[in-house]
């Protein structure tokens, strides 16, 4: 019964885990909110739709090969992106209203740039599926965290030693 079922369960685990990759994001963006803009309640509903609605094509990737339906990597990839160009704009609306206010908010540039960076490795994915790359193009999302990591501490180094 489990065996024949492994696609299902790989589908859910998979959305468990995007999911709760997001959800930890997206704590930490509004951990010190002060204050709620009508753009900011805009796109938080923006993202939890993406979010309510990934499970659907995560159970997509499970029933359906994604060799005979290249449509199924489009619909799942972007649905991320989506997601994720969400809390990347939520991010940059916080950190510039955090910069107007100081003390108002914890989003640092670190943050605004590993959410933008993971941003464009989901672009990235989503561009290179025509290169027969199916969910490969995810591996981005491990290059582009510790691309983005070195070149801010590396930075901050530079900065602090001038």
Request: aromatic content about 16%.
């Amino acid at each position: 019964m489990v065996v024949a079922n492994r696609s299902s369960i790989f589908s859910f685990v998979l959305s468990f885990l995007v999911i709760a990759r997001f959800w930890t994001a997206h704590h930490e963006l509004f951990t010190e909110v002060a204050k709620l803009t009508r753009p900011l309640v805009f796109l938080n509903l923006a993202w939890l739709l993406t979010i309510v609605f990934l499970p659907y094509p995560t159970e997509i990737v499970g029933e359906f090969d994604s060799h005979q339906y290249p449509f199924v990597v489009y619909f799942y990839i972007g649905t991320t992106l989506a997601s994720s160009i969400c809390q990347s704009v939520m991010a940059w609306i916080l950190y510039k209203q955090q910069q107007r206010n100081p003390g108002s908010g914890s989003v640092d540039q670190h943050f605004l740039i590993g959410s933008f960076g993971a941003t464009a490795g989901l672009l990235g994915a989503f561009v290179l599926i025509p290169l027969g790359t199916s969910y490969y193009g995810l591996l981005l999302l491990l290059i582009i965290p510790q691309t983005v990591s070195f070149f801010t501490r590396r930075t901050n180094k530079t900065a602090k030693t001038t």
